[in-house]
């Protein structure tokens, strides 16, 4: 064997320079100076008194203040179900970039007055416009001319809305930056993906009538609740303004006192640019009767600065309708709340629904908007996909303005914008609010997420071009045609739509994260309701950006034919498929499409069904695979039960869309750069270590090689001369079921963390089958351990744990013996019901099969018995005589006498960290001196046995009498007890391993 060179001190200090150098590169590197200073001043400011309103509403607002003035300003507008402390991190960061940002809570949120209006002109809006009255006089604010401040306007979601509705409405906005927004809210909100006709799909305006959408139930239910249940009580955390304050402003009717409402909390978190997530994300329903308007007009009210008078002050003024308790509708004006009402129990909508809902999206005015205009959208975003930012694009573009569209990897199921997206939200407003820095253009930038991961997240390469192509290549985009196959297949809607597949569950990105590889795989597809067509594996990299499209022919089954009124409601989605059959959804996004009357006697329709909007790369040998169910949990599904044929259109093919570019933003990252550097240093640490592991591998003792374990002069010592194992031998032989007996802090666990590689001892060592044990030593792999508890992810079953864990383990499936580990636990079917379901004993014998998992030839249990009653200890004993028996050697630590006396047939016992005692339980047993003797006459025998010189410690116990012989043969103790006429049935040793435990402790405390 080559001669392992020494570690010579030089090679140490150089692979320490070179982390320490890494390392301090690193902080220099993220070292930068202090944010500038941000001023900010509370504000109580008037909106508009539209109709309906008895005054007009106060609304709640903060004005950030940077350290240069006058400035140009940014109005910031929160998501639905939010406040101005949404966006308080968004409205900083513009102010230390040098505007005047001013954050405020619409009405019915946060401590603002009035109802929900769902961005009404001449509610909402005409409240930004009021807003904008203000900038319009304030010294601070870059000024155009007379009551024309130079502003911006940007926000998320239900703000992104108001962002576009504002910019169409009050030509004083200068630029603005909506993001994860939409175009049309009852498209949104009851889409329908398929045509019938030549028409180029893609865009709302292409699609059918939405009073013939499915509609999106779960986002409008949440997106109802966070504001019926906002309520309108007074925050009573909130101090009144105090008088003279100069730092506050308030600028309200005067006489108008009432107080404003509660924040929802419906934003989780809180939100950057204002992007909405979690529960509190824009979405919902509900109409509004006003489809234009005066936006600016307040009726005449009268605004004055009237000190004191600030938002959650107490005192009366009227109340606001829709805020009694108990009232349903909470916040929102009684139309909305009834059009929701509609929508949500009959899932369908009326025209007038849907002439409500359009009336306040920002379809209404996108042709009078040619300000400069930013449009951010996330790829992860079922609740307002892509398509939504597409119409508002091609709108703007065709009015003549100015559109940039960028796609990030989040969105309301993936996560807020980031640091870099949000400073190019501020590079737009420098540019155009300012004339600073260089032109951000126009076009379409793409973020494309990778496999590869950088500092814990994907990695993410962002692809841009000078001009937007659009969404579904109705312009110039290039397609790439992608057959899929498979035969025409049945599939049935089960009465009431239930049970339901899943493709999403809605905000759930934004609580285990961005990453699509984590989201997409929440897609169930539930057997004989959906029907699979998949392409052949690809031959080079597929990049799809924007929206596939696919004609389907669709048939009824004569005689389960829908109901005309119905119509087919079926739901079409792309999954990327790998080559071992894992599926993910890209942007866990689906296209429901409602066919109006499918003919009676079965012939088919053709439809083109545009798939949802994604970018997302297909690699190599990978495919997709095109899916058609009858059900979405996510949707109000068709409610009587149909059946139908479906089957790709004959020469179709997925036509998917391939956006050109050029790569770039992030260039070369310093932190990766960084991190390159620091594992460099920690290579030259590593090869050196390695080599020393690769010495201690080969330690091999080929005398032992059938011995399960050995342990030699062990010992674990602590600092402050605390000493949990001293000096600790003994040698477990194969087929044995060993006890390592002692009390608590009889360094039982701290033997066996030591044996399992956990923890270096101080001294000795410890042989598994020949091998010395250290920690991440090969031999490890044999020995199946429970120490410390083990844990388990409650929603999944037992067997789904046990398969993830051995997945983990990196070794083959076939190797796992799953089925005899769960045999020899005896979980019977309880192994496929989920841990959340489990007993406490259910729990330790699924332990126990985690550590039988591969059929381990050494099994090391800590306390298996913890928390079980007497019938489940009593099972357990059982699984552990059965693993036994196979021929395998099992280790249990203990304080449970009873328990080890009747479990095992070897025992260890400690005490104090030492070794006490060692051997066969019955030898230990009998070493303690006791008989014990089954007579017909127990008191008599009794009374024989006290007579005899040294006999002690008589006991009666039923028909049973026990004794301490002191070193009197038993069988001179049965002479005499029979010459006294006792009939002695039985006759030996008292099998109580807990006297002879107390006495070896005893003796062992004594010295």
């Given amino acids: 064997m080559p001669r392992i060179p020494r570690l010579q001190p030089r090679w140490l200090a150089a692979g320490l320079v070179a982390v320490l150098a890494a390392a301090g590169g690193l902080v220099w590197l993220n070292s930068g100076d202090d944010p500038a200073e941000v001023k900010t001043r509370e504000l109580t400011l008037a909106g508009a008194q539209g109709p309906g309103d008895a005054a007009p509403v106060r609304l709640d607002a903060t004005l950030y ?148 959408g499915v509609f999106k139930r779960s986002w409008a239910g949440i997106f109802f609740a966070s504001g019926a249940g906002g309520g309108g009580l007074a925050d009573p955390t909130v101090d009144a303004v105090e008088e003279g304050d100069e730092d506050d402003d308030i600028d309200v009717p005067a006489g ?123 790829e992860q975003d079922t609740l307002f996909g892509l398509d939504q930012a597409d119409a508002n694009a091609r709108q703007i573009a065709e009015a003549g303005g100015k559109v ?29 609010l300012r004339g600073q820095g260089s032109d951000p253009g126009e076009g379409l930038s793409y973020a494309v997420q990778g496999a ?65 590889r984590l989201v997409g795989r929440v897609s169930i597809d539930l057997p004989g309701q959906a029907a699979q067509f998949q392409s052949r594996p690809l031959q080079s990299q597929l990049l799809i950006a924007g929206a596939s499209t696919v004609r389907l022919r669709v048939a009824a089954v004569p005689g389960a034919a829908p109901p005309a009124t119905e119509g087919a409601v079926l739901f079409a989605k792309l999954y990327d498929v790998s080559a071992d059959g894992t599926r993910i959804l890209p942007g866990s996004a689906v296209s429901p499409f409602r066919i109006p009357a499918l003919p009676a006697d079965g012939s088919p329709v053709e439809v083109t069904v545009t798939l949802p909007g994604i970018v997302r790369p297909i690699e190599t040998d990978r495919s997709i695979a095109l899916v058609v169910s009858t059900t979405d949990q996510a949707y109000a599904p068709a409610t009587q039960a149909a059946a139908y044929r479906v089957a790709v259109a004959e020469g179709a093919a997925v036509e998917a869309p391939v956006v050109s570019g050029t790569r770039t933003g992030n260039g070369l990252p310093s932190g990766p750069l960084i991190g390159i550097a620091i594992v460099l240093g920690l290579v030259v640490l590593a090869a050196i270590w390695g080599a020393f592991r690769r010495r201690r591998a080969t330690d091999l003792d080929p005398g032992l090689v059938d011995v399960p374990l050995v342990i030699e002069g062990l010992s674990k010592r602590y600092p402050g001369g605390v000493t949990a194992v001293d000096d600790l031998s003994f040698r477990v032989e194969a087929g044995q079921v060993l006890g390592l007996l002692g009390p608590n802090g009889a360094g039982k666990t701290t033997s066996l963390r030591m044996l399992m590689g956990l923890i270096q001892p101080s001294g000795g060592t410890i042989r598994v089958f020949g091998h010395k044990i250290y920690s991440g030593a090969p031999v490890l792999s044999r020995i199946g351990s429970f120490v410390e508890g083990a844990g388990f ?30 045999e020899i636990a005896g979980l019977g079917k309880a192994v496929h019901r989920r841990v959340r379901t489990y007993s406490q004993g259910m729990r330790q014998r699924l332990a126990i099969a985690q550590a039988m998992l591969g059929l381990p030839d050494l099994l090391v249990l800590d306390e298996p018995t913890n928390g079980l009653d007497p019938p489940q200890i009593h099972q357990m004993r059982a699984v552990l005589r059965r693993y036994a028996s196979t021929g395998r050697t099992v280790v249990v630590s203990s304080h449970l006498l009873a328990e080890v006396e009747q479990t095992c047939d070897h025992v260890v016992v400690m005490h104090q960290g030492r070794l006490v005692a060692s051997g066969k339980v019955e030898e230990i ?51 005499k007890l029979v010459g006294a006429g006792v009939a002695v049935e039985q006759a030996g040793p008292r099998r109580r391993l807990e006297d002879a435990f107390l006495q070896l402790v005893g003796e062992e405390t004594s010295r």
């Fill in 793 to 822: 992810l409650p929603h999944l079953s037992g067997q789904a744990n046990l398969e993830l864990y051995w997945a983990a383990t990196g070794r083959p499936p076939d190797k796992a013996h799953v089925e005899e580990a769960l």
């Fill in 452 to 516: 590869l991961r950088v500092q814990g997240a994907p990695s993410v390469r962002t692809v841009s071009t000078g001009t937007y192509p659009g969404l579904n290549g109705a312009d110039a985009t290039e397609r790439r045609s992608v057959p899929v196959f498979g035969p025409e297949q049945t599939i049935v809607n089960p009465p009431g739509g239930n049970p339901a597949s899943i493709s999403s569950l809605p905000g759930l990105g934004s609580i285990i994260g961005s990453s699509s």
């Fill in 925 to 975: 047993v009998g070493g303690s001196g006791e008989a014990t003797f089954r007579v017909d006459r127990p008191e008599d025998a009794a009374e024989v046995l006290r007579a005899v010189d040294g006999v002690e410690g008589v006991e009666v116990e039923g028909n049973q009498v026990h004794a301490d012989l002191d070193g009197l043969p038993r069988a001179e103790a049965l002479a």
């Fill in 256 to 378: 108008n006192t009432g107080t404003g409402g509660t924040d929802s909390g419906g934003e989780s978190g809180g939100t950057d640019s204002g992007t909405d997530n979690g529960a509190g994300s824009d979405t919902g329903s509900g109409t509004d009767s006003d489809t234009g308007g005066d936006t600016g007009s307040d009726s005449g009210a009268a605004n004055s600065a009237t000190a004191g008078a600030g938002a959650g002050q107490p005192g009366g003024g009227p109340s606001q309708p829709g805020q009694e308790a108990g009232n349903p509708c909470g916040k929102f004006r009684p139309e909305f709340c009834a059009a929701y009402a509609e929508v949500a129990t009959t899932g369908r909508a009326s025209q007038q629904t849907v002439d409500l809902l359009q009336s306040v999206s920002p379809m209404q005015v996108t042709k009078n908007i040619t300000q400069p205009t930013m449009l951010v959208q996330g």
């Fill in 65 to 212: 203040l940077p350290e240069v003035t006058p400035a140009p300003a940014v109005i910031v507008a929160h998501g639905f179900g939010g406040s101005k402390q949404s966006v308080d991190g968004d409205a900083r960061e513009l102010a230390q970039r040098g505007f005047v940002a001013l954050a405020y809570s619409a009405r019915g949120f946060g401590r603002s007055e009035g109802q929900i209006s769902l961005n009404s002109r001449q509610h909402e809006v005409a409240d930004a416009s009021k807003l904008v009255d203000w900038l319009g006089e304030q010294a601070e604010v870059t000024q155009d001319g007379d009551d024309d401040p130079k502003v911006g306007v940007t926000g998320g979601s239900y703000g992104g809305s108001l962002s576009l509705l504002l910019a169409g409405t009050d030509k004083r906005v200068d630029a603005l930056a909506p993001s994860i927004t939409y175009n049309d809210l009852s498209q949104a909100l009851l889409p329908n993906s398929a045509t019938t006709d030549d028409t180029v799909p893609g865009t709302p305006a292409a699609n059918a009538y939405a009073a013939d």
């Fill in 404 to 432: 940039k569209v960028v796609w990030y990897t989040g969105g309301h199921d993936g996560g807020r914008p980031g640091p870099e997206l949000r400073g190019q939200i501020a590079d737009w407003f420098d540019f155009h």
